[in-house]
T-cell receptor, first 109, second 115 residues
Framework: GQNIDQPTEMTATEGAIVQINCTYQ??????LFWYQQHAGEAPTFLSY????GLEEKGRFSSFLSRSKGYSYLLLKELQMKDSASYLC??????????FGAGTTVTVRA | GAVVSQHPSWVICKSGTSVKIECRSL??????MFWYRQFPKQSLMLMAT?????????EQGVEKDKFLINHASLTLSTLTVTSAHPEDSSFYIC???????????FGPGTRLTVT
C-alpha cells in the first residue's frame, strides 16, 4: 500500500519562508511530485524529484532523500498568491500517482 | 504544450440520471489517462486508469458499472457517471500521460452536483 504524510495546515507571513515536509512509504518508487492546488481548480505542477538532493526553481525548491522516504517543498519570499493547498505525490512502478492529503498554506500580510 | 481540457467544467444533474465528462489532450497523444475524484478538503483519489483501446483498470472500491470509462482514441477519454446519486457529487479531474514520461498533465476539473 501507499502511505504519504504531510501536515494539514501551515501559516506564514508574507515575505517569509515555509517548509512543507512529506514522508512516504510506498510499494515502488519512480519519483516524487509536488503540486499546487487553489480551491476549485486542478493541481498545477511544481516539481519532480527522482534523485536525492535539492532542486531549485525560482522561489520554490524541493528536496528528496530516498533512503529516508522524505521530501520537502521550500517556498521562499512568500506572496499572498501562494496561499493554496500543496500536494505531495509519489509515482509508483505502474505510473500511478498516490497523493498525500495536502497541506493548506495560508499567507498573512 | 501538454494541455488537457475537460468538458463540462461544471454540471448539475438530478438523482438517477447519467452524466458524461470528456477529457481531451489537445496537443499531444495520451497513452494513458487517469480519472481522479476529490471531495471537499480532501486529496485526489485515483478512480481508474485507462489506456487507449483497452478496458480501464479500476481502483479498489470503485464500481466499474457505475463509473463507465471509454478511451476511444489517443486524445479522448470519457467518464460516465451512471444513475448518479447525491453522494457522487464531487470534483472529477482527469490527467494524461504522454509516452514514457512520468509526468501527468491535469485537466481543469469538472464539478458535479447531483440534486
Amino acid at each position: 500500500g501507499q502511505n504519504i504524510d504531510q501536515p494539514t495546515e501551515m501559516t506564514a507571513t508574507e515575505g517569509a519562508i515555509v517548509q512543507i515536509n512529506c514522508t512516504y512509504q510506498t510499494s515502488g518508487f519512480n519519483g516524487l511530485f509536488w503540486y499546487q492546488q487553489h480551491a476549485g481548480e486542478a493541481p498545477t505542477f511544481l516539481s519532480y524529484n527522482v534523485l536525492d538532493g535539492l532542486e531549485e526553481k525560482g522561489r520554490f525548491s524541493s528536496f528528496l532523500s530516498r533512503s529516508k522516504g522524505y521530501s520537502y517543498l521550500l517556498l521562499k519570499e512568500l506572496q499572498m498568491k501562494d496561499s493554496a493547498s500543496y500536494l505531495c505525490a509519489v509515482i509508483s512502478n505502474d505510473y500511478k500517482l498516490s497523493f498525500g492529503a495536502g497541506t493548506t498554506v495560508t499567507v498573512r500580510a | 504544450g501538454a494541455v488537457v481540457s475537460q468538458h463540462p467544467s461544471w454540471v448539475i444533474c438530478k438523482s438517477g440520471t447519467s452524466v458524461k465528462i470528456e477529457c481531451r489532450s489537445l496537443d499531444f497523444q495520451a497513452t494513458t489517462m487517469f480519472w481522479y475524484r476529490q471531495f471537499p478538503k480532501q486529496s485526489l483519489m485515483l478512480m481508474a486508469t485507462s489506456n487507449e483501446g483497452s478496458k480501464a483498470t479500476y481502483e479498489q472500491g470503485v464500481e466499474k458499472d457505475k463509473f463507465l470509462i471509454n478511451h476511444a482514441s489517443l486524445t479522448l477519454s470519457t467518464l460516465t457517471v451512471t444513475s448518479a446519486h447525491p453522494e457522487d457529487s464531487s470534483f472529477y479531474i482527469c490527467s494524461a500521460r504522454a509516452g514514457v514520461d512520468y509526468e501527468q498533465y491535469f485537466g481543469p476539473g469538472t464539478r458535479l452536483t447531483v440534486t
